[in-house]
């Protein structure tokens, strides 16, 4: 659909030319014009009246069109302009990722509450618990739904591993799956554990290799559809609707494999510690995430729309130290921040094709929270504000020193004297 606007009336007139009237500015959108100003970006903000706001010279980069003129009555922090956008008091026009560039000039900090109810969840409730209702929260839109944005072969909610930046994400999804298959060293015969299955890519890529693949998943309809999966390709492979964390195996796998989940996991002890239970002496573990620098540090937007609960990106030098103190030694980081921005640009210019279905089905708030994640996303890897790592790492024969809390701060403290 093209959008015809209303001829512009601009502050920046030629110098032969009479001034022309510049709109008010409603006092809610005061603030928010000015640092469109400041960031020198060529916007324009179109006024409910169809009057148009000027900022930057210059053919506009992005378009902001008010439905109403008090779209931003609730104040301009990070969180309240995307609700803002979510319940469609304003659009987005022209280019998505230079409107949220602008973010980098706004206030994330998650409102306190939002924080009160993190911490509550993260002390008091128990830890299987909180990811069954966090993962039941963002997957309840069903398969159809994700399947809209993310690779139609491999089906994987986590990144590719892009050899060329022109490739599709159905390609980078299947060099994840090589440099997977090739860095656990698999082979016919082994016996796999897949933690968090989503949508059976790897049930599908190593079952048909001859691999015996065991696929966990607590979203009860990825496990309908991984065993469905499993039977149409009658694959050596089985999914169990059950949580890591309580999964007990009847031998010791050869190698593990985790995409995209640890997120959902963030007692990395407990996480270890059970990954070398699981896992046979010389049993390799393969990790891949988004990733922070500072952990629980989740904007306010993703904790309230996207990931509610104790959903944290990965940290890796706590996950590091525990690898290590846990018995494990890590064989291999490699960071793939890159390919992580590239995936998601991809989901984003697809949930965008896919619009006029999505808004059919889920409504036009569900795509509009997505949109503003997937292209928010694609920024925040692009300018550093997350990024993403993969690690390769072995099973010893022993269990690692495994520190308690009161040693691990006796051990902090001879670091500082």
């Known amino acids: 659909m093209t959008i015809h606007p209303p001829p512009t009336v601009s502050a920046y007139a030629a110098p032969d030319a009479a001034p022309r009237a510049v709109p008010a500015v409603p006092r809610s959108l005061r603030p928010l014009h000015q640092i469109f100003l400041l960031a020198g970006t060529p916007c324009e903000i179109v006024l409910a009246s169809g009057a148009t706001l000027q900022c930057g010279e210059g053919p506009p980069e992005f378009r902001l069109r008010l439905r109403t003129d008090d779209a931003f009555r609730r104040g301009i922090e990070e969180l309240e302009i995307a609700r803002a956008y979510i319940e469609g008091d304003f659009d987005i026009e022209l280019s998505m990722q230079a409107a949220l560039d602008i973010r980098e000039k706004l206030a994330s900090r998650p409102p306190v509450a939002l924080l009160a109810k993190l911490w ?11 990811n069954r209702e966090a993962i ?6 069903g398969d159809d739904f994700y399947l809209t944005f993310i690779d139609g072969r491999w089906r994987f909610y986590s990144h590719g591993l892009f050899h060329s930046e022109d490739e599709s994400i159905e390609e980078a999804s299947e060099h994840k799956l090589e440099r997977m298959y090739s860095s656990l060293n698999l082979r016919p015969g082994m016996r796999l554990l897949d933690i968090g299955a989503g949508w059976g890519g790897v049930e599908q890529y190593c079952g048909t290799r001859g691999v015996h693949v065991t696929g966990l998943t607590i979203a ?9 999966l499993i039977e ?10 059950e949580d890591f964390l309580k999964h007990q195996p009847a031998a010791p796998y050869d190698a593990i494999v985790i995409y995209g989940v640890i997120e959902h996991l963030p007692n990395y002890r407990l996480f270890v510690q059970k990954v070398w239970e699981c896992l046979r002496p010389g049993g390799r573990l393969y990790v891949d995430a988004s990733a922070s620098r500072q952990k629980y540090r989740v904007s306010g937007f993703s904790r309230t729309y996207v990931w509610p609960g104790t959903h944290t990106f990965l940290c890796l030098q706590d996950f590091m130290r525990e690898l290590l103190y846990q018995g494990m030694d890590v064989l291999e980081v490699k960071n793939e921040s890159r390919d992580y921005e590239l995936t998601m640009l991809q989901w984003a210019t697809r949930l965008d094709g896919a619009r006029e279905q999505i808004v059919a ?8 929270a997505f949109r503003l ?26 269990p690692g020193p495994r520190p308690g809390w009161i040693r691990r701060g006796l051990n902090g403290i001879k670091g500082i004297v």
Do not use: K, M
């Open 232 to 241: 149409e390709h009658d694959l050596p492979a089985e999914a169990r609707l």
């Open 120 to 130: 509550v969840a993260r002390v008091l409730r128990p830890l299987a618990a909180e």
């Open 361 to 368: 089905r889920w409504g036009e708030q569900t795509y509009r």
């Open 220 to 228: 009860p309809d990825s496990h309908r559809y991984i065993s469905r």
């Open 136 to 141: 039941e929260s963002h997957y309840s839109l």
């Open 373 to 398: 994640y997937l292209w928010g996303g694609t920024r925040s890897f692009h300018h550093d504000r997350i990024q993403a790592y993969s690690i390769v790492a072995q099973r010893n024969q022993r």
